[in-house]
């Protein structure tokens, strides 16, 4: 099979898991809407600009997990503090990540690819590190099975582009068997994490606007998940890339 024809099996099977995943997991999604809903008030959804294929921007969506900073907090070193407890439900069994599946229908994500991180750390990568834009971004991941949010920053860099380079069919379908099993499991979950834990970019050298009103940082979580909105580090809602 041609890649130009694996690329378009890609997209109906990303299609078609999106359609089929959000029908599934409606029932889901009302219910924690509403738990955020009562527990938390508005916004119930994590709204967050990040790069997608070739950097182009777009809007990823998640369940929100956490409250806003005080007026005395620092919203990227009291992660573990804001993160509620029913967000810390939501992020160790992943379902916070399910509202992406509409980013996979939009075109925007797949179901299968690199994590989208922050637009800041645009300008941290080196060339061969920019290639893990040359796909789309994933709910899931390479990188999301291989170590999920323990990872450094640039080891999952690493394996991101080790994806792009070697990228399939079959691969596809291993990354979303090993993601079920580990969601399952609740493996190499973190529901938060230091920054210098994982190696990210200290908020002080990238670009950050701070932490918007849904209370989730501007810049901070990575799953596999339906992994990756935050943990304590920069690269995901959070600190959850």
């Known amino acids: 099979m041609s890649r130009g024809i694996a690329l378009k099996v890609k997209r109906a099977l990303d299609v078609c898991g999106a359609g089929v995943g959000l029908v599934l997991a409606s029932p889901v999604l009302a219910v924690a809407g509403a738990a955020i809903l009562v527990t938390q008030g508005r916004p119930i959804l994590f709204r967050q600009t990040r790069p997608g ?15 806003p900073p005080r007026a005395d907090e620092v919203w990227y070193q009291t992660d573990a503090q804001r993160v509620t ?9 992943s379902l916070d990540e399910l509202p992406e599946l509409w980013n996979v229908l939009r075109g925007e994500m797949s179901l299968v690819g690199p994590r989208p991180l922050l637009v800041e750390y645009l300008d941290q990568y080196t060339p061969d590190e920019r290639r893990r834009h ?16 323990a990872l450094k920053f ?13 990228w399939s069919l079959r691969l596809d379908l291993r990354i979303l068997a090993l993601t079920v ?13 230091d920054i210098a834990e994982i190696g990210f970019p200290l908020p002080g050298t990238v670009r950050t606007s701070g932490a918007p009103a849904g209370g989730e940082p501007a810049a901070a979580r990575a799953q596999p998940g339906m992994q990756a909105g935050g943990r304590s580090a920069p690269g995901a809602e959070g600190g959850r890339g």
Do not use: C
């Open 181 to 193: 099993y580990q969601v399952l499991r609740r493996s190499d979950v973190h529901e938060t994490q």
């Open 134 to 149: 040359d796909v789309r971004p994933g709910v899931t991941g390479w990188a999301a099975v291989n170590g999920r949010h």
């Open 53 to 67: 294929l070739g950097g182009a921007p777009f809007t990823i969506y998640k369940l929100r997990t956490m409250r």
């Open 154 to 166: 640039k080891e999952r860099l690493a394996l991101d582009v080790w994806y792009v380079d070697h």
């Open 85 to 93: 407890r029913l967000g810390r439900f939501l992020r160790a069994t």
